[in-house]
């Protein structure tokens, strides 16, 4: 359960990126978070990552207020939130399994269970045959199944995608988002910040609408709205 | 932790040392002199301390006599100064016996004193008080500078003042060299660790999305600074002790052929290797540490 309570943000130059925002999420939801750009939703995810913190306003996850975790907390906390970018941030010299192998080891989890846990998640995301490939050897999409895999793979129960689909063709894309919707049949909330209006329209799943920073729009099996 | 992090750790930590090859040398030199700096100054002050303890334990007070002095009045002053409290023995040394030990000490340049002798003889007559022990000494000088027949008192404990005064400049003046080297030795290690911090911000950043502590983090530093330390402390000690051993092999004179000269024996080297080899390593890994922990916590924003 996540949940924003009279969030708001505003940036050291002043640049008001939320305003007074409240959303709740349940577990095993999955939220498309839309709108054009600045209208917010990154903000919104950047806080759920705790990336930044809000000006103002309590973030409650999974019971516990985000906005109060001790600094030592952070990386604990982080643990079972999964994140997927744009731009993949994928390691340049670490194969595909050692890239998702290395979010196993960071979390100390023993050999055995990485071992097997990373076959595993490879072969989910349909990557099994690229376990060696380094990322500039693979499409945009492989990279991107290859962070899907790496987010995953220490089983958060949080998955945040922020724009995973925004540097691949439409049909990759597609691919991608079969896999996001996988993940979210196994339990994962999945939040995705987006403005393709096309997978959200053909996803049919709750969308939540900002625009200058606040939420005008929150509709159970949604569609893009246009900006007009 | 695991071992098995620690040895990922290590096996990291050394292999940035390899990528930023320059930054590291830089490093090592600048923790490798401050340590040679330090060496050179504990060496010398062990020796000098070493040569006034030799002086002390020699207690001996040395009476210049006025030459105009003849036989009879020289007797006198024997007869008294050898009923002092605490002087167990007087040697007589006449200004002959004085400048034909001086031509000896000369050796080959002996001959420089050639034409000195007999009436032209520049050199008092003089006495060697062997003192029982140093706490007599005060007493004794006082009545010996009472007689008039004296012209000068010569004792050792003067001599033993001025190393010891050379010793604490020496230790002062070094201490600053050192503190100075390890400052700059600091600010090249921070530059390194910021390099290393600023060619991997990809990495550490996705790090910490992925929920990797601080300390997981910065291990790898840390043990790149210790490294680095020993590194240091290794090559600081060959240069010091390499040193030494090439001084005491080449110094005849200093290595005491010359009983006359051998309180200025150099301490032999093993004296001295493990103590200094023990700081050197303390040091520079401290030194090492220390930098990559302030670096890492300023650059890493963790």
């Given at each position: 359960?996540?949940?924003?309570?009279?969030?708001?943000?505003?940036?050291?130059?002043?640049?008001?990126?939320?305003?007074?925002?409240?959303?709740?999420?349940?577990?095993?939801?999955?939220?498309?978070?839309?709108?054009?750009?600045?209208?917010?939703?990154?903000?919104?995810?950047?806080?759920?990552?705790?990336?930044?913190?809000?000006?103002?306003?309590?973030?409650?996850?999974?019971?516990?207020?985000?906005?109060?975790?001790?600094?030592?907390?952070?990386?604990?906390?982080?643990?079972?939130?999964?994140?997927?970018?744009?731009?993949?941030?994928?390691?340049?010299?670490?194969?595909?399994?050692?890239?998702?192998?290395?979010?196993m080891e960071i979390v100390e989890a023993r050999d055995r269970d990485i071992r097997r846990q990373v076959p595993n998640v490879l072969g989910m995301v349909g990557l099994a045959s690229k376990a060696d490939s380094y990322p500039?050897?693979?499409?945009?999409?492989?990279?991107?199944?290859?962070?899907?895999?790496?987010?995953?793979?220490?089983?958060?129960?949080?998955?945040?995608?922020?724009?995973?689909?925004?540097?691949?063709?439409?049909?990759?894309?597609?691919?991608?988002?079969?896999?996001?919707?996988?993940?979210?049949?196994?339990?994962?909330?999945?939040?995705?910040?987006?403005?393709?209006?096309e997978i959200v329209n053909a996803m049919k799943k709750r969308v939540v609408t900002f625009k200058r920073g606040v939420i005008i729009r929150d509709q159970e099996k949604g569609g893009y709205m246009d900006e007009d | 932790m695991k071992i098995r992090t620690f040895r990922k750790f290590f096996k990291e930590g050394v292999k940035n040392i390899f990528r930023n090859r320059v930054m590291s040398f830089a490093s090592i030199a600048a923790i490798m002199s401050a340590l040679f700096i330090l060496g050179v100054v504990l060496i010398l002050a062990l020796n000098l301390e070493h040569i006034a303890g030799g002086i002390e334990s020699k207690v001996e007070i040395t009476i210049f006599l006025d030459k105009s002095l003849g036989i009879a009045q020289t007797r006198a002053v024997i007869n008294q100064v050898e009923n002092f409290d605490g002087v167990y023995e007087v040697v007589y040394i006449s200004k002959e016996e004085g400048l034909a030990e001086w031509k000896q000490d000369l050796g080959e340049k002996g001959s420089l004193l050639e034409?000195?002798?007999?009436?032209?003889?520049?050199?008092?007559?003089?006495?060697?008080?062997?003192?029982?022990?140093?706490?007599?000494?005060?007493?004794?000088?006082?009545?010996?500078?009472?007689?008039?027949?004296?012209?000068?008192?010569?004792?050792?404990?003067?001599?033993?003042?001025?190393?010891?005064?050379?010793?604490?400049?020496?230790r002062i003046v070094g201490l600053v060299i050192v503190i100075l080297l390890i400052a700059v030795a600091m600010i090249i290690i921070n530059n390194t660790i910021k390099i290393?911090?600023?060619s991997r911000r990809r990495e550490i950043n996705i790090m910490k999305y992925i929920g990797a502590t601080d300390s997981y983090i910065r291990w790898p530093y840390i043990i790149e600074g210790f490294t680095l330390g020993v590194f240091a402390a290794i090559l600081a000690g060959a240069l010091v002790f390499g040193g030494y051993k090439f001084i005491l092999n080449k110094g005849g004179l200093l290595s005491g052929d010359n009983s006359f000269l051998s309180v200025f024996k150099l301490l032999p080297m093993e004296m001295m290797l493990y103590d200094i080899g023990l700081i050197f390593l303390l040091v520079g890994c401290g030194v090492g540490v220390l930098a990559s922990i302030l670096s890492t916590k300023k650059h890493l924003n963790v």
């Open positions: 359960m996540i949940q924003f309570k009279n969030v708001s943000k505003v940036y050291a130059n002043g640049t008001k990126a939320l305003s007074n925002i409240n959303l709740s999420i349940t577990n095993g939801e999955f939220v498309f978070l839309v709108g054009a750009s600045g209208a917010g939703k990154t903000t919104a995810v950047k806080l759920i990552t705790k990336e930044i913190e809000p000006s103002q306003g309590e973030i409650i996850v999974n019971g516990k207020d985000i906005t109060k975790l001790k600094k030592k907390e952070i990386p604990y906390y982080r643990r079972n939130i999964g994140v997927v970018f744009q731009d993949f941030r994928l390691l340049p010299d670490k194969t595909v399994y050692e890239n998702v192998a290395f979010a500039h050897q693979l499409s945009g999409g492989e990279q991107q199944r290859a962070a899907l895999a790496r987010a995953i793979v220490n089983n958060p129960s949080v998955l945040v995608a922020d724009e995973p689909t925004g540097n691949l063709d439409p049909e990759t894309a597609m691919d991608i988002m079969r896999i996001i919707n996988m993940i979210n049949h196994r339990g994962t909330t999945v939040i995705m910040a987006t403005h393709a209006s | 034409g000195y002798e007999g009436r032209s003889n520049p050199l008092p007559d003089k006495l060697i008080l062997k003192i029982e022990k140093p706490e007599y000494v005060e007493g004794i000088i006082t009545k010996v500078r009472a007689i008039p027949e004296v012209d000068k008192v010569n004792y050792s404990r003067e001599v033993v003042d001025t190393i010891s005064k050379i010793v604490r400049t020496a290393t911090v600023y």
